[in-house]
């Protein structure tokens, strides 16, 4: 069974550092592309930053040189360092798997973290 | 960027009723298309992917169309359960977007 579990998010003051985790299970993390999405307090999704089986990576320009997306693969677990937080990054955040078969979709998610950024 | 826009933002409907939402992507995607429903404090679920083909598990009442910019999502025969809000989202440039979302509610 697929499962996606998130850990790491919590309170943190602007200008702070934050890194989130992704632990998977049911299937391998480096042989998928992964993706961040966030949901902000009473908003819709975005989308943050995917890394691809091959290790490219790819930012919002919202988070892009703030934010760094990576995998462990002996931990089989993906990540999002954030740093330069700044308020607009409160949000729910969740992995997802970015299943490619031609064309990528998000067919299992996490059950998100929240990140607080505030004094 | 690509920018997605769905219409409308709201939708109001009946138990039983069909629905249509519309996805626009601000040039053509193809078929980079899919369809995901939310419920309030869960998780994303996938229903449409590749524009038009119907995640396993997910009732057949969802249906996807459209190819280019123009895009549907229909729901045919609504139920308690489909009362949620529905976002598209475009994965043909590598800096994937969302639509705004259309919330669904009871009239």
């Known amino acids: 069974e697929v499962q996606l579990v998130e850990s790491g998010g919590g309170l943190i003051q602007p200008g702070g550092s934050l890194r989130l985790s992704c632990a998977a299970s049911g299937f391998t993390v480096s042989s998928n592309y992964m993706s961040w999405v966030r949901q902000a307090p009473g908003k819709g999704l975005e989308w943050v930053s995917v890394i691809y089986s091959g290790g490219n990576t790819y930012y919002a320009d919202s988070v892009k040189g703030r934010f760094t997306i990576s995998r462990d693969n002996s931990k089989n677990t993906l990540y999002l360092q954030m740093n330069s937080l700044r308020a607009e990054d409160t949000a729910v955040y969740y992995c997802a798997r970015d299943r490619y078969s031609g064309i990528p979709y998000f067919d299992y998610w996490g059950q998100g973290t929240l990140v607080t950024v505030s004094s | 960027d690509i920018q997605m826009t769905q219409s409308p933002s709201s939708l109001s409907a009946s138990v039983g009723d069909r629905v249509t939402i519309a996805c626009r992507a601000s040039q053509s995607i193809s078929s980079y298309l899919n369809w995901y429903q939310q419920k309030p404090g869960k998780a994303p679920k996938l229903l449409i992917y590749a524009a038009s083909s119907l995640q396993s598990g997910v009732p057949s009442r969802f249906s996807g169309s459209g190819f280019g910019t123009s895009f549907t999502l229909t729901v045919s025969g609504l139920q308690p359960e489909d009362f949620a809000t529905y976002y598209c989202?475009?994965?043909?440039?590598?800096?994937?977007?969302f639509g705004q979302g259309t919330k669904l509610e009871i009239k």
């Open positions: 989202q475009q994965s043909y440039s590598t800096l994937y977007s």
